[in-house]
């Protein structure tokens, strides 16, 4: 149901159409609420770029019926001991790789259409394991997930794997969380690049979006992960370069650098990063008025081939739903569960995703779900939360 053929409402005319029911939501609001005109300004000038809401996110109330209809679904939480043998096959392929071009030219077909075909996709696979393994779900110990994280995160030739995590569980605990969720596009992205050549650049350098957005929101504390995810890159680099002359080069370091760029451009598995909580569905006035609590779709699915090099990461809803759920164990999930999951928005294509993205004008950077508060940090950070950390234990509940 809900591919991703389907399209928005535009944010003008979901302005146009919220004052048109109703006297719009910033007026409705400052009725019940008692806003001041300055507020309603400020409401009205955020409620054009982003859909707002103040209902809960879907996922906890999801998951809790789910477990209620189906409890036998909690038997597929736990480690898949599978993922530290695919992580050490894919940096392996990609030693390999760069080995094989350390004397091919930079500016070489050969070079970009490997990059291009084997680097990024083998990437992209290194991101979401990464994705993975920040929610335990490769040993049971912590300590080895950390590891293993740092370990994949090798080829990718910049160490993230360490911040990245306490982002990410924040993403989960804080969905849609203005202020929290650093996956969410600020509102001068959605302003400066809601064009064409706007979301097309957005697009092809969005894993630098990815990966500076999070530290202009709020910065994570320095820990002694992070401190052994940059040095063991730095030092993995510089031997790269460096030590084994004849067999690595600087053409090796700039293959995995190139990889990890083509793997966030304009590349089919790219697209499961818009794909999974951009809104693709038509939004009625009445439920772009955060007034009514209505629940506008948030999170969409993929369930193609694709998902094979991805760690099935397209099952976002069950994923979102049950992170303590592994890669392997996904389809087992919507299986069991398919009468919560069937009806659900889904696109059916991630390259489609894309080209949706740049060229329907209905869709771009400020179709995404917004919540002003709830929400808690992972790991602390230089921001306070706005309700209270996480403890360690509940990270992964």
Same mark, same amino acid.
């Given at each position: 149901?809900?591919?991703?053929?389907?399209?928005?409402?535009s944010?003008?005319?979901?302005?146009?159409?919220?004052?048109?029911?109703?006297?719009?939501?910033?007026?409705?609001?400052a009725?019940?609420?008692?806003?001041?005109?300055?507020?309603?300004?400020?409401?009205?000038?955020?409620?054009?770029?982003?859909?707002?809401?103040?209902?809960e996110?879907?996922?906890?109330?999801?998951?809790?019926?789910?477990?209620?209809?189906?409890?036998?679904?909690?038997?597929l939480?736990?480690?898949?001991?599978?993922?530290?043998?695919?992580?050490?096959?894919?940096?392996?392929?990609?030693?390999?790789?760069?080995?094989?071009l350390?004397?091919?030219?930079?500016?070489?077909?050969?070079?970009?259409?490997?990059? $291009?075909?084997?680097?990024?996709?083998?990437n992209?696979?290194l991101?979401?394991a990464?994705?993975?393994?920040?929610?335990?779900?490769a040993?049971?110990?912590?300590l080895?997930?950390?590891?293993?994280?740092?370990f994949?995160?090798?080829?990718?030739g910049?160490? $993230?794997?360490?911040?990245?995590?306490? $982002?990410?569980?924040?993403?989960?605990?804080?969905?849609?969380?203005?202020?929290?969720?650093?996956?969410?596009?600020?509102?001068?992205?959605?302003?400066?690049?809601? =064009?064409?050549?706007g979301?097309?650049f957005?697009?092809?350098?969005?894993?630098f979006?990815?990966?500076?957005?999070?530290?202009?929101?709020?910065?994570?504390?320095?820990?002694w992960?992070?401190?052994?995810?940059l040095?063991?890159?730095?030092?993995?680099? $510089?031997?790269?370069?460096?030590?084994?002359?004849?067999?690595? =080069?600087?053409?090796?370091?700039?293959?995995?650098?190139? =990889?990890?760029?083509?793997?966030?451009?304009?590349?089919?598995?790219?697209?499961?990063?818009?794909?999974?909580?951009?809104v693709?569905?038509?939004?009625?006035?009445?439920?772009?008025?955060?007034?009514?609590?209505?629940?506008?779709?948030?999170?969409?699915?993929?369930?193609?081939?694709?998902?094979?090099?991805?760690?099935?990461?397209?099952?976002?809803?069950e994923?979102?739903d049950?992170?303590?759920?592994?890669?392997?164990?996904?389809?087992?999930?919507?299986?069991?569960a398919?009468?919560?999951?069937?009806?659900?928005?889904?696109? =059916?294509?991630?390259?489609?995703?894309?080209?949706?993205?740049?060229?329907?004008?209905?869709?771009?950077?400020?179709?995404?779900?917004?919540?002003?508060?709830?929400?808690?940090?992972?790991?602390?950070?230089?921001?306070?939360?706005?309700?209270?950390?996480?403890?360690?234990?509940?990270?992964?509940?």
């Amino acid at each position: 149901m809900a591919p991703s053929t389907t399209t928005v409402t535009s944010s003008s005319s979901k302005r146009k159409d919220a004052a048109a029911n109703g006297n719009g939501a910033a007026g409705k609001l400052a009725a019940n609420g008692g806003l001041s005109p300055a507020e309603r300004e400020s409401l009205e000038a955020k409620y054009k770029d982003f859909f707002w809401t103040y209902t809960e996110e879907p996922h906890r109330t999801r998951r809790l019926a789910i477990i209620k209809a189906h409890p036998e679904v909690t038997k597929l939480c736990g480690p898949e001991p599978l993922t530290k043998y695919v992580v050490t096959g894919v940096v392996a392929l990609q030693f390999f790789i760069a080995h094989y071009l350390h004397d091919v030219p930079f500016f070489s077909f050969k070079f970009w259409a490997l990059a $291009y075909v084997i680097g990024a996709t083998a990437n992209q696979n290194l991101f979401l394991a990464i994705h993975e393994i920040s929610h335990n779900l490769a040993f049971r110990s912590p300590l080895y997930n950390r590891l293993l994280a740092v370990f994949a995160n090798l080829p990718i030739g910049l160490p $993230y794997s360490a911040s990245f995590r306490p $982002y990410h569980l924040t993403h989960h605990k804080s969905l849609g969380v203005d202020g929290l969720d650093t996956d969410l596009p600020t509102a001068l992205e959605a302003f400066f690049l809601d =064009s064409i050549l706007g979301k097309a650049f957005f697009c092809t350098f969005q894993i630098f979006f990815y990966a500076v957005r999070p530290m202009t929101v709020y910065q994570v504390p320095f820990t002694w992960v992070s401190f052994v995810n940059l040095t063991v890159q730095l030092a993995f680099d $510089y031997v790269l370069v460096k030590l084994i002359p004849g067999f690595f =080069s600087v053409n090796s370091l700039l293959y995995l650098l190139l =990889s990890s760029f083509l793997a966030g451009s304009l590349h089919p598995l790219a697209g499961h990063f818009i794909s999974e909580h951009y809104v693709y569905e038509t939004v009625t006035p009445t439920q772009a008025d955060p007034g009514n609590g209505i629940p506008i779709p948030e999170t969409f699915s993929y369930y193609g081939p694709l998902n094979f090099f991805a760690y099935n990461v397209g099952y976002h809803n069950e994923h979102h739903d049950f992170p303590a759920v592994p890669w392997t164990r996904l389809p087992a999930l919507k299986k069991i569960a398919n009468e919560f999951y069937d009806d659900l928005p889904q696109h =059916s294509s991630w390259p489609y995703v894309l080209w949706q993205f740049i060229f329907d004008q209905n869709v771009g950077l400020q179709c995404r779900v917004k919540r002003k508060a709830g929400g808690r940090v992972v790991g602390g950070g230089n921001i306070q939360a706005k309700v209270a950390d996480w403890k360690d234990t509940e990270i992964e509940a």
